[in-house]
């Protein structure tokens, strides 16, 4: 069963920085050239969206919202693919990137923010105040 802990929240002003990560364990029954890993983020009242994916290979898909802001990258820390961790490098932090932050992975199909995913962490909280 894949595992992902995130963590890295925390509260921080507008125009600040943040680095979010996730431990993903047990991956080695994922294929490596098709595992997508994700970070996504829900505000209160509002519904989940997709904020950016990964690719083993490096590919990456970015919602407008953040592109130009937020960076999604991933150390693959073992080369059987078991154990990955996955970053996400907010900068220039608004108050509407108040959520929270959860970590995602799946490895069939579509890689990008649209997509169905799998597995799934307990979420970091982001809070950025004006």
């Known amino acids: 069963q894949v595992q992902l802990d995130e963590s890295g929240g925390g509260s921080v002003q507008a125009g600040g920085s943040l680095r979010l990560s996730c431990a993903a364990s047990?991956?080695?029954?994922?294929?490596?050239?098709?595992?997508?890993m994700a970070w996504f983020r829900q505000a209160p009242g509002k519904e989940r969206e997709g904020v950016a994916t990964?690719?083993?290979?490096?590919?990456?898909?970015?919602?407008?919202?953040v592109k130009g802001r937020f960076t999604i990258s991933k150390d693959n820390d073992s080369k059987d693919n078991d154990n990955n961790t996955l970053y996400l490098q907010m900068n220039s932090l608004k108050p509407e990137d108040t959520a929270m932050y959860y970590c995602?992975?799946?490895?069939?199909?579509?890689?990008?923010?649209?997509?169905?995913?799998?597995?799934w962490g307990q979420g970091t909280q982001v809070t950025v105040s004006s």
């Open positions: 990964i690719l083993n290979d490096g590919a990456t898909n970015v919602a407008d919202s």
């Open positions: 995602a992975a799946k490895d069939d199909g579509a890689c990008n923010i649209h997509a169905t995913f799998t597995w």
């Open positions: 047990k991956l080695s029954s994922l294929s490596m050239s098709t595992t997508c």
